[in-house]
């Protein structure tokens, strides 16, 4: 079991930047893969950025984010972040972040085991 707790969320200038981060409370942080996902008003939630459990491992993007996010990880402080840069109104939403036991297919809701209660993103134009 783990917990996670997401922070860092506001609201931002478009073109401007935030980082989220989310800290991981529970034993084997190190042996989750984690992803962010976002939910706007009235959507479904979607896949933003995932990480494979080692600091170095592959990292998957969303074509909307890719050049502008970046997800890193430090298992010595349990916990993961997701670098925002350039953005956009669009960007708009809750972010969550997740863990997953058997990350199969990063980009899915279902993959994913254990989720945050949401921090949230407000872009203004």
């Known amino acids: 079991q783990v917990q996670l707790v997401e922070s860092g969320g506001g609201l931002v200038q478009a073109g401007g930047s935030l980082r989220l981060s989310c800290a991981a409370s529970?034993?084997?942080?190190?042996?989750?893969?984690m992803g962010w996902f976002r939910q706007a008003p009235g959507k479904q939630r979607e896949f933003v950025a995932a990480?494979?459990?080692?600091?170095?491992?592959?990292?998957y993007y969303a074509d909307s984010v890719k050049g502008r996010f970046t997800i890193s990880r430090d298992n010595a402080k349990n916990t993961v972040y997701l670098q925002m840069n350039s953005l956009k109104p669009e960007d708009t939403a809750v972010y969550y972040c997740?863990?997953?036991?058997?990350?199969?297919?990063?980009?899915?809701?279902?993959?994913?085991?254990?989720w945050g209660q949401g921090t949230q993103v407000t872009v203004s134009s």
């Open positions: 990480i494979s459990r080692w600091s170095d491992g592959t990292t």
């Open positions: 997740a863990a997953s036991k058997f990350l199969v297919t990063p980009m899915a809701v279902s993959a994913y085991d254990y």
């Open positions: 529970g034993r084997a942080f190190s042996t989750y893969p």
